[in-house]
């Protein structure tokens, strides 16, 4: 090997994130083909990828086996202690290298994490996180702090210099609020900052050429403030010993988006965060995040450095997967998915429909809402708890921003398992929360920041729908039954709840109430005052669409007959009967 000199190479970084379980696509609630998505069509792109750069490595970022319906039947009647999980069975023929745990990876339970990796042929990492000792042994003989890929580059004289790759994972530490039933005296989980140094630090200490951080977090958006216990990627990159940084979680693409533009020193052209090249793959397989580390070795010194890179998100085609050994290898699990939606559970009188249920009472809220109160009435029981009125809070999933948008809509007539996913697509469980009637504003009042404000309006008598920000996802627009009210959108951001009342009778501030809801909001998801854990006061451990199951199976000929309560409204001006 020669003493003086350089060889340059390209390291392509490939990255999958937030595919939550969408292997095809194919929407099987609404039983048709949706191009644009799936790990099946991003295989297409890894292929690509690999043949364009043969020095690659392919990295998953958490939130994999979570979030379609191919995954609730996994979880429901998939054999996954003795057989080899379908998204894992398609990963390593795709041949990763290296996986990272996402928030949505314990939404199962340990023991089911642990089976599902079982047969993982790349490491499984996180670097925050950490095992106790009556964690599952499969999962502390599975889970490493750092994932190793070894490889070895010719130059053109037919020298082969080694490369070492360490890649780091960490995920937000608000799992052990989201999953406490799960986690608990099982994990625990260190901040992501402070967690994500001391690995690099060590990757650095064992001989890593190359360090690459697999963030399952994003930023925070729309402010030029960087600081957020959830949306870590800012201060991330201000690490001194990595290379590239991986983000995910937020579902966004980076570079290609602007919401990250207002914080400081990031570049989403160039697809760069303080300086460090940064990629966000999107949602469900729709694209593949590509960072091209420009790779420099002095012969001198016999040590690697990055001398340039260029990043890029990679949006799959229409055309879709086209392989037909992958194809293969999920056929028995489409199948069996197509089949499992199908499944007939129960009746409806009333259609049941989410499309309006931005600005005004939707038949789909409610219908989860009666649920939740259903199973909340017997913990209460099973707690012996004292008697106090019972509400229910739900948002809506997959509302519409607009007249012409789709939403999820089931029509009166016969109730599917696959109906029941499509109305509650998180796999959340079912929390009881007590408040008083302050709290119980400042809840609907967070709730009511999802309405524009009519100063911010075109002049004249404005569509419902143009009262909808945008910018504040469906999920978190609670609204609670039980109680009656109305959003004033004339009022300023934490005035606009009036007329609040129950049974007749104004909501005092000392008033208490139970209310119903799911694990994510009660524990802090969406920030919502009052709401982080220290309220709960029962636990359900089922998931809340087995609890629509069970609620409709509980009905008198399994069929919902409930009316629809206009219970709360949107005041101020008239929506100009465009609805």
């Given at each position: 090997?020669?003493?003086?000199?350089?060889?340059?190479?390209?390291?392509?970084?490939?990255?999958?994130?937030?595919?939550?379980?969408?292997?095809?696509?194919?929407?099987?609630?609404?039983?048709?083909?949706?191009?644009?998505?799936?790990?099946?069509?991003?295989?297409?792109?890894?292929?690509?990828?690999?043949?364009?750069?043969?020095?690659?490595?392919?990295?998953?970022?958490?939130?994999?086996?979570?979030?379609?319906?191919?995954?609730?039947?996994?979880?429901?009647?998939?054999?996954?202690?003795?057989?080899?999980?379908?998204?894992?069975?398609?990963?390593?023929?795709?041949?990763?290298?290296?996986?990272?745990?996402g928030n949505h990876e314990f939404n199962f339970g340990l023991d089911y994490l642990a089976h599902t990796y079982r047969d993982a042929e790349?490491?499984?990492?996180?670097?925050?996180?950490?095992?106790?000792?009556?964690?599952?042994?499969?999962?502390?003989?599975?889970?490493?702090?750092i994932g190793w890929v070894k490889r070895e580059v010719t130059t053109d004289a037919g020298q082969s210099?080694?490369?070492?790759?360490?890649?780091?994972?960490?995920?937000?530490?608000?799992?052990?609020?989201?999953?406490?039933?799960?986690?608990?005296?099982?994990?625990?989980?260190?901040?992501?900052?402070?967690?994500?140094?001391?690995?690099?630090?060590?990757?650095?200490?064992?001989?890593?050429?190359?360090?690459?951080?697999?963030?399952?977090?994003?930023?925070?958006?729309?402010?030029?403030?960087?600081?957020?216990?959830?949306?870590?990627?800012?201060?991330?990159?201000?690490?001194?010993?990595?290379?590239?940084?991986?983000?995910?979680?937020?579902?966004?693409?980076?570079?290609?988006?602007?919401?990250?533009?207002?914080?400081?020193?990031?570049?989403?052209?160039?697809?760069?965060?303080?300086?460090?090249?940064?990629?966000?793959?999107?949602?469900?397989?729709?694209?593949?995040?590509?960072?091209?580390?420009?790779?420099?070795?002095?012969?001198?010194?016999?040590?690697?450095?990055?001398?340039?890179?260029?990043?890029?998100?990679?949006?799959?085609?229409?055309?879709?997967?086209?392989?037909?050994?992958?194809?293969?290898?999920?056929?028995?699990?489409?199948?069996?998915?197509?089949?499992?939606?199908?499944?007939?559970?129960?009746?409806?009188?009333?259609?049941?429909?989410?499309?309006?249920?931005?600005?005004?009472?939707?038949?789909?809220?409610?219908?989860?809402?009666?649920?939740?109160?259903?199973?909340?009435?017997?913990?209460?029981?099973?707690?012996?708890?004292?008697?106090?009125?019972?509400?229910?809070?739900?948002?809506?999933?997959?509302?519409?921003?607009?007249?012409?948008?789709?939403?999820?809509?089931?029509?009166?007539?016969?109730?599917?398992?696959?109906?029941?996913?499509?109305?509650?697509?998180?796999?959340?469980?079912?929390?009881?929360?007590?408040?008083?009637?302050?709290?119980?504003?400042?809840?609907?009042?967070?709730?009511?920041?999802?309405?524009?404000?009519?100063?911010?309006?075109?002049?004249?008598?404005?569509?419902?729908?143009?009262?909808?920000?945008?910018?504040?996802?469906?999920?978190?627009?609670?609204?609670?039954?039980?109680?009656?009210?109305?959003?004033?959108?004339?009022?300023?951001?934490?005035?606009?709840?009036?007329?609040?009342?129950?049974?007749?009778?104004?909501?005092?501030?000392?008033?208490?109430?139970?209310?119903?809801?799911?694990?994510?909001?009660?524990?802090?998801?969406?920030?919502?005052?009052?709401?982080?854990?220290?309220?709960?006061?029962?636990?359900?451990?089922?998931?809340?669409?087995?609890?629509?199951?069970?609620?409709?199976?509980?009905?008198?000929?399994?069929?919902?007959?409930?009316?629809?309560?206009?219970?709360?409204?949107?005041?101020?001006?008239?929506?100009?009967?465009?609805?």
């Amino acid at each position: 090997m020669p003493k003086q000199g350089s060889h340059t190479t390209t390291l392509r970084i490939m990255e999958t994130s937030d595919v939550h379980g969408q292997l095809l696509s194919y929407d099987y609630f609404a039983q048709a083909e949706q191009p644009g998505m799936g790990l099946l069509a991003t295989a297409e792109l890894i292929q690509q990828a690999r043949a364009e750069q043969p020095l690659h490595v392919l990295i998953e970022n958490g939130d994999l086996i979570q979030g379609s319906a191919l995954t609730d039947w996994a979880v429901a009647e998939f054999p996954i202690t003795s057989s080899t999980h379908p998204v894992i069975r398609l990963l390593n023929a795709l041949q990763y290298d290296v996986a990272n745990l996402g928030n949505h990876e314990f939404n199962f339970g340990l023991d089911y994490l642990a089976h599902t990796y079982r047969d993982a042929e790349f490491p499984v990492i996180s670097s925050n996180l950490n095992l106790l000792q009556n964690a599952p042994d499969e999962l502390h003989q599975r889970l490493r702090k750092i994932g190793w890929v070894k490889r070895e580059v010719t130059t053109d004289a037919g020298q082969s210099i080694p490369l070492e790759i360490a890649v780091i994972g960490v995920l937000p530490p608000q799992i052990m609020q989201w999953d406490q039933q799960h986690l608990e005296h099982q994990v625990t989980v260190n901040d992501m900052l402070t967690s994500a140094q001391a690995a690099a630090l060590q990757a650095r200490e064992q001989g890593a050429d190359v360090v690459v951080l697999a963030a399952h977090t994003g930023m925070p958006k729309d402010t030029a403030n960087p600081e957020n216990k959830e949306q870590t990627g800012w201060l991330l990159a201000g690490i001194s010993d990595i290379d590239a940084i991986l983000l995910g979680h937020q579902h966004e693409i980076f570079p290609g988006t602007e919401v990250y533009d207002l914080l400081p020193e990031v570049d989403s052209s160039k697809g760069t965060v303080r300086g460090v090249p940064a990629v966000q793959p999107g949602v469900y397989g729709s694209h593949l995040g590509l960072i091209d580390l420009q790779l420099t070795y002095d012969f001198a010194e016999q040590r690697w450095q990055v001398s340039d890179f260029v990043v890029e998100s990679r949006p799959v085609t229409e055309q879709g997967a086209t392989n037909p050994r992958l194809l293969e290898l999920v056929a028995d699990a489409h199948q069996a998915t197509l089949q499992f939606v199908e499944q007939p559970v129960g009746q409806t009188a009333q259609p049941l429909s989410y499309k309006t249920a931005r600005w005004r009472p939707s038949s789909a809220v409610q219908f989860v809402q009666r649920a939740q109160a259903w199973q909340a009435e017997q913990l209460i029981k099973a707690n012996d708890l004292p008697s106090l009125p019972l509400l229910s809070a739900a948002a809506p999933f997959d509302a519409a921003y607009a007249a012409e948008e789709s939403a999820t809509h089931i029509a009166a007539g016969e109730i599917t398992r696959g109906a029941i996913g499509d109305l509650y697509r998180y796999p959340n469980t079912l929390d009881v929360v007590k408040v008083n009637g302050a709290q119980l504003r400042a809840w609907l009042e967070r709730s009511a920041e999802s309405f524009t404000s009519v100063a911010n309006l075109d002049e004249g008598d404005p569509s419902c729908w143009e009262l909808i920000d945008r910018d504040v996802p469906h999920y978190n627009f609670d609204t609670i039954l039980g109680v009656s009210y109305a959003i004033d959108v004339r009022k300023a951001v934490g005035q606009r709840i009036v007329e609040l009342s129950y049974a007749g009778q104004v909501v005092s501030d000392d008033q208490e109430f139970y209310v119903a809801t799911n694990n994510y909001r009660a524990n802090g998801g969406g920030n919502f005052p009052h709401l982080d854990g220290q309220t709960v006061v029962a636990r359900g451990a089922d998931m809340l669409a087995d609890v629509l199951l069970g609620y409709i199976g509980s009905l008198p000929e399994r069929r919902y007959t409930k009316d629809l309560e206009q219970h709360w409204k949107v005041i101020g001006i008239g929506c100009g009967g465009r609805i």
